[in-house]
């Protein structure tokens, strides 16, 4: 019977909860375990879809088309393990469904309430889908005292009294902050979170206790004396080097035998950590090292580019390389020729997003790369772009645009408004909600030969995930290719741009899916091994 791990975490957010499940679902795998992983949000939007990333970071894509929360993204990473719509739930999604259950009529007259029917329908997602998983692990957003957060918790106290004994655990994420003025470090925030989780009805089995040095034994014992936990199962995470550095140090702390032992599980075993030592390793000691501009308009929040900065890790990985990020407001040379920052980089990175703000300087951006034979890599939007940039400059179309800026003389990129999924035909129009109306999730691409997305990916057929309303207008193909730009991607259908490649630069490509979003430490996409790669060689020429 499929046993489940929740995560919690209290008093502050951001302790790192998606990361302490993502490293464990890692150490149970490593022991043979198979494992997945779903995150519960308390938030009333039904996905992030149509959320800024400021707010909520990234939105990252699965195979199934759902738009979720990043921690999915870490969940694939670590594990690899395809994540899927049912792993993401928020509050909004929940109540969405007991809503559209009560208009049908499905509750029969009753008054439908929090409890029980939120939280039937809460425990009913955490039960869906499991497959053949040994351990699930839910992480549950938010910190404990949030009122949005108490429906979630209910449910899962319910949850671990209907399990039978042992197949439920729960992992409470608290912090241990150092307080200079005292010298120490202090144990009431951590020990005040575990009293009001254990209000609600929810007795911890271990707590992760994030902090910034090690814990004294004295005060592991304190905490474990006051919450009720044993003291080896009150578990240190100091910050590390790099986050795939994690289960390393979690499993050196006993997180993994800890979880274990609360399930009734073996622990005896050591799991086979080889891969990660090697990955760290990688990392931390790389032969060479090159600097990649990112030209977004969201650069003043890494996260909402999180699989796009782990994706050019990964290439870094495979290379044996550092890659240092250069992030570039696009809104800083708005039309004009870039800053000294780009003049230093080997290589540009235009990536995805939405709106016309910063839009000239991706395409100033996209001129620079073009004109200096900088490696470049356009994805989604940044594929559009230089299509635009294309179209402008070596086509002689000064009018080129995209309609999602407004009308134009040459709509190069215009609303996506068909298109073929699973054998069916998917329209949209423009007066559609934002919400689930992108071409979402993985489609097919047919790679032509000789091509350079040909020689990255070593096939002719791929599949890719996407999340976009606007296409690349297929009409201007002739003209474009014409100018250099080589279609070399399409839809097997023929209709839909899918790369492009500059036929006349060393490394200039397009694409209009999102390759980072299927990156992984230990099977790096071949499009960002590819890139720095030319990045490595761009740094030689210097």
């Avoid at 009431?188 to 009805?201: C, D, F, M, N, Y």
């Avoid at 609360?262 to 622990?267: Q, R, S, V, Y």
Wanted: charged residues 25%; glycine residues 10%.
């Amino acid at each position: 019977m499929t046993r489940y791990v929740f995560i919690t975490g209290g008093v502050v957010s951001s302790l790192g909860k998606g990361i302490a499940a993502a490293a464990l679902g890692a150490l149970l795998q490593a022991r043979g375990y198979r494992v997945r992983l779903r995150k519960f949000d308390p938030y009333l939007n039904v996905d992030p879809g149509t959320m800024s990333p400021y707010q909520h970071g990234e939105v990252f894509v699965t195979e199934d088309g759902a738009e979720t929360d990043l921690d999915l993204g870490h969940y694939e990473r670590f594990t690899g393990v395809a994540t899927s719509r049912a792993d993401s739930w928020s509050a909004g999604k929940i109540y969405w469904r007991v809503i559209t259950r009560e208009r049908r009529g499905d509750y029969l007259g009753a008054t439908v309430q929090v409890i029980p029917h939120v939280t039937d329908a809460i425990k009913e997602a955490m039960r869906e889908e499991v497959g053949d998983a040994d351990i699930v692990l839910c992480e549950i957003g938010g910190t404990v005292g949030d009122i949005e957060s108490l429906p979630f918790l209910e449910a899962i106290r319910q949850f671990g009294l209907e399990m039978p004994a042992g197949h439920v655990a729960y992992v409470h994420v608290t912090l241990v902050p150092w307080i200079p003025s005292a010298g120490e470090l202090k144990t009431k925030p951590t020990q005040h979170s575990v009293r009001e989780l254990r209000a609600i009805g929810i007795q911890p089995d271990v707590l992760l206790c994030r902090c910034d040095r090690p814990i004294p034994d004295a005060a592991r014992r304190k905490i474990a004396l006051q919450c009720s936990v044993r003291e080896d199962a009150v578990i240190p995470a100091l910050d590390c080097r790099t986050i795939y550095e994690v289960p390393l140090t979690y499993h050196e702390v006993g997180l993994d035998h800890a979880v274990l032992r609360a399930l009734g599980l073996p622990a005896e075993e050591a799991p086979d950590l080889a891969r990660w030592h090697e990955v760290v390793h990688r990392i931390l000691k790389p032969e060479t090292r090159v600097k990649i501009a990112i030209v977004g308009k969201y650069t003043n929040l890494a996260d909402s580019y999180k699989s796009l900065q782990e994706a050019l890790i990964h290439g870094g990985i495979a290379n044996n390389t550092r890659v240092e990020i250069e992030w570039v407001d696009a809104e800083a040379f708005a039309g004009e020729v870039p800053d000294e920052r780009l003049q230093e980089v080997h290589a540009v990175l235009v990536p995805g997003g939405f709106g016309e703000r910063g839009v000239e300087g991706k395409l100033a951006a996209v001129t620079y790369a073009r004109e200096k034979g900088l490696p470049f890599l356009g994805i989604c939007f940044g594929m559009q772009l230089a299509c635009i940039e294309v179209a402008r400059h070596l086509a002689g179309l000064e009018g080129a645009s995209s309609t999602e800026f407004g009308a134009c003389e040459h709509p190069v990129v215009g609303l996506l408004t068909e298109w073929e999924k699973g054998g069916e035909l998917v329209r949209r129009t423009g007066a559609d909600d934002l919400g689930g109306t992108m071409r979402l999730g993985a489609y097919p691409c047919v790679i032509a030969p000789g091509s350079l997305a040909e020689r990255i990916y070593g096939t002719r057929l791929i599949h890719e995930r996407h999340r976009h309303r606007y296409e690349v207008n297929v009409n201007y193909r002739p003209l474009l290719e014409r100018a250099g730009l080589r279609f070399s991607g399409m839809s097997p259908d023929g209709r839909l741009p899918e790369i492009v490649e500059l036929t006349t630069h060393p490394w200039f490509i397009g694409v209009q899916f999102h390759p980072e979003f299927k990156s992984r430490p230990f099977d790096p996409h071949p499009l960002f091994a590819a890139f720095v790669r030319a990045a490595l060689e761009q740094s030689r020429l210097v």
